[in-house]
């Protein structure tokens, strides 16, 4: 079998030949999506919190009973690149095993994606139709070692150093990781689309949480903002484990069983994993380019 992990570019970005459709990301099968007004859907490159928002998200939803449960798709957000076949393998596996597509499910829908805005809808953004997008950032050095994680679980894919150069490089999935970032940022609440900071739901929660009611005009009151601030705790949703994983299915006959998604979510943990050369080359090449296009970073 081909390397799994061979990565593909297309249109300046990374693919991963073991989890894309070659065809699919080259036809921008992602268009096929249907988009409704009242659609909801967070974006992000991953590992940088789609997760926790997720849970933040259906907090605000709860006559919906929205679950992130992995054995029940219609009840729980979905990739809306599974409908689009953007993505191949571990994830068709669970859609032709629930056998619905994005197009049945009733709205409002959840959903959530890691593209970046180049191949987001075009309709979408040709602003035709608006839907609610929330994008979260996270500073990229705790993307690096969160991502480095995830992929090299089980596998021992790449040492660390071969893996910063690889992020730097944009030789990672969805990479490169200032594209997609410096992508989104072209857009703002007048196009539907939220900012949010990782390092700012770790500080402060609730500012972030009532940010977040507020852009999707959905109130709440205290009991359900507490709620949402207790169920959303990291040590929460690492108990909750699978309930709240967003990974579907972890077949036993996949190629990959995907690594910890509650690892430690810690801001500055790349220092314990960065050494000076490799922090002094990540700034050069990756925190300049952000500076150049005034965007700061939260690294600590
Ligand atoms: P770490 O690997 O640094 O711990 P995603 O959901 O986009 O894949 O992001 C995963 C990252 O978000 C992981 O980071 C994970 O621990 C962190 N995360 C998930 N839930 C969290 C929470 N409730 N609070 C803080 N971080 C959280």
Redesign the pocket.
């Known amino acids: 079998m081909a390397n799994p992990w061979t990565v593909f570019k297309h249109d300046g970005f990374s693919f991963i030949g073991g989890l894309h459709d070659r065809k699919a990301v080259k036809d921008r099968r992602i268009d096929a999506w249907d988009i409704r007004e009242d659609d909801v859907i967070i974006t ?1 490159f ?10 933040l998200v259906s907090e605000m939803y709860p006559d919906l009973h929205w679950q992130l449960k992995p054995t029940n798709l219609a009840a729980r957000p979905c990739y809306f690149y599974e409908d689009a076949d953007l993505l191949s393998g571990i994830y068709a596996v669970h859609v032709k095993a629930v056998q619905t597509t994005l197009h049945e499910m009733p709205s409002p829908r959840l959903m959530y994606c890691h593209a970046p805005v180049e191949f987001f809808h075009s309709a979408w953004r040709e602003n035709s139709t608006r839907c609610k997008v929330i994008y ?1 950032t ?1 500073n990229p050095k ?1 993307v690096c ?2 991502m480095f ?2 992929l090299n679980s089980d596998r021992k894919n790449w040492t660390w150093d071969e893996f910063v150069t690889r992020f730097v490089n944009g030789d990672v999935i969805f990479g490169p990781w200032t594209n997609h970032v410096i992508g989104w940022k072209r857009f703002g609440i007048e196009d539907g689309v939220l900012h949010v900071k ?1 390092e700012d ?2 500080t402060d929660l609730k500012s972030v949480i009532l940010k977040i009611s507020q852009f999707l005009s959905r109130p709440i009151d205290e009991d359900q903002l507490n709620r949402a601030l207790k169920r ?3 040590r ?3 108990e909750a484990g699978d309930d709240v994983n ?1 990974m579907p299915c972890r077949d036993e006959n996949s190629w990959w069983a995907g690594g ?7 801001v500055g ?1 790349w220092k314990s994993h960065f050494t000076v050369s490799q922090n002094e080359m990540f700034d050069q090449r990756i925190s300049e380019i952000m500076k150049e296009n005034c965007t700061k970073l939260t690294y600590e």
Request: charged residues 25%; glycine residues 6%; positive net charge.
């Open positions: 992000t991953p590992k940088s919190g789609t997760t926790w928002m997720l849970r979260i996270r705790d070692v969160s994680h995830y990782y739901m770790k959303s705790c990291f929460s949703m690492k967003l910890p998604s509650f690892r430690n979510g810690r943990d």
